[in-house]
């Protein structure tokens, strides 16, 4: 057996160094950190075995409604403390009561996770009422309103065209702290898809920065270099998520060797070194980025169809994905400020005050393929790699 830590107990076992940085650094600066972190670990001359995390939360979830939502949701709800809900169902989520219904929708598949907390978000529309934003927001229903595109991804289609049309919903999302979570992606059909965040970055982010400078905004689901650099060196009230899947494929995944649908989500994967971007970025501890998955079921026959549908499901096996990745970077010691701290003090939330338990197996952990739905398969994302890491939580939903 090898030895177990909590992070959390071995960072405040430090306290006696002053301060703690965990700036993202591409040249290699000292990471205070990671030094606590093993010099605490150098009495265990045996490999880190077993991890304790405050119980993670996912900032960035589709559960879907219906047959599809009661097949998910327990994949979520059994090891994350709660989730940033997306509202593009069809009809959208477009008020705080369409939210309040939702959240009791979701809420009626949860009875055996109890402490599973939903948190709704709404759809921003060129007609959104700032009104009954705030209201919402302020009586705890709403935690965000999300911003597409119209045209970007799945269900986007009232999404919004002309930016200067939102400006008082954002306006009055500024002024009670209610973040903006951002489809970062241009739709014109003239700039290449593979170009679209980065595009969007210089002709939409930067002049809704200027324009409504104290909105906190999360740029969702990071893809690029650029999106990392961009929001590093924005201010406080930015942030980016990053997902689990962009962290393990690059473009090649999804076209070299075949045409492969199950890796194919918005925004597209792109060239290797921007997936290194996001490794780095996620790995590093900087307070700017945190985990939302984008697990985003579909149908397969609605993935592997002559238009495939953009969404990798990824929640049965994001928490095992995610060790591996930090355990490849030598960087386990950061995987709860990602997963469990980060996007929690973002949103001006409390850390979880319990915890789960990692433990990496002698033996690779089989996943399911797939999950089962009253209408048919879900492919689980494959990673392509074989993972140790399990949560020490009983059987495994098959
Ligand atoms: O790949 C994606 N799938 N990206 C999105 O932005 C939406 C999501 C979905 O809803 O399926
Ligand atoms: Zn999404």
């Known amino acids: 057996m090898g030895a177990g830590i909590s992070v959390a107990e071995c960072l405040a076992s430090a306290a006696s160094v002053p301060c703690m940085t965990h700036d993202l650094s ?22 880190i075995t077993s991890l304790t995390l405050r119980r993670p939360d996912d900032w960035h979830l589709h ?32 008020t705080g009561a369409d939210a309040s219904a ?8 949860c009875a055996g996770y109890p402490k599973f907390q939903p948190l709704m978000t709404l759809y921003l529309t060129e007609t959104t009422d700032a009104n009954d934003v705030v209201k919402a927001a302020e009586a705890g229903i709403v935690h965000a309103v999300k911003l597409y595109p119209a045209g970007a991804t799945t269900n986007s289609a009232s999404g919004v065209r002309d930016f200067d049309k939102v400006r008082p919903v954002l306006e009055a999302m500024a002024e009670i702290g209610l973040p903006l979570c951002i489809h970062g992606e241009v739709t014109e059909p003239s700039v290449d898809i593979f170009d679209r965040e980065a595009v969007f970055i210089d002709r939409v982010l930067r002049p ?45 995944h999804i076209l070299a060797g075949g045409l492969r649908p199950h890796y194919y989500c918005l925004p597209v994967a792109k060239r290797e070194r921007h997936r290194l971007a996001l490794v780095a970025a996620a790995t590093s501890g ?14 397969d026959t609605d993935k592997q169809s002559a238009c495939g549908c953009a969404g990798i499901y990824t929640a049965p096996n994001t928490l095992s994905c995610l060790a591996h990745v930090f355990e ?12 469990s701290l980060n996007g929690a003090a973002f949103y001006g939330l409390p850390p979880a005050n319990d915890t789960i338990k990692l433990v ?15 209408n048919g398969e879900v492919t689980i994302f494959d990673c392509g790699v074989p993972l140790y890491w399990e949560i020490d939580a009983g059987p495994m939903r098959v």
């Open 26 to 47: 591409r040249d290699g600066t000292f990471d205070r950190g990671k030094m606590e972190f093993m010099e605490h670990n150098m009495a265990a001359v045996e490999p």
């Open 63 to 94: 559960l879907r409604d219906g047959a599809m939502l009661s097949a998910v949701v327990a994949d979520t709800a059994q090891h994350f403390g709660r989730a940033i809900v997306m509202p593009n169902l069809v009809p959208p989520v477009l």
């Open 102 to 109: 939702y959240r009791d929708r979701i809420l009626a598949h």
């Open 208 to 252: 809704l920065r200027a324009a409504v400078p104290s909105l906190k905004m999360i740029l969702e689901h990071v893809t690029t270099a650029d999106g990392v650099d961009f929001v590093r060196d924005a201010g406080d009230n930015m942030a980016a998520t990053i997902t689990t899947h962009h962290l393990f494929i690059n473009r090649n």
């Open 286 to 299: 900087a307070r700017q980025f945190f985990l939302g998955t984008d697990s985003a079921p579909h149908l």
């Open 328 to 339: 490849a970077e030598s960087a386990l010691e950061q995987l709860e400020a990602f997963t």
């Open 360 to 374: 990496k197996r002698d033996e690779a952990v089989v996943f399911p393929a797939s999950r089962k739905t009253a």
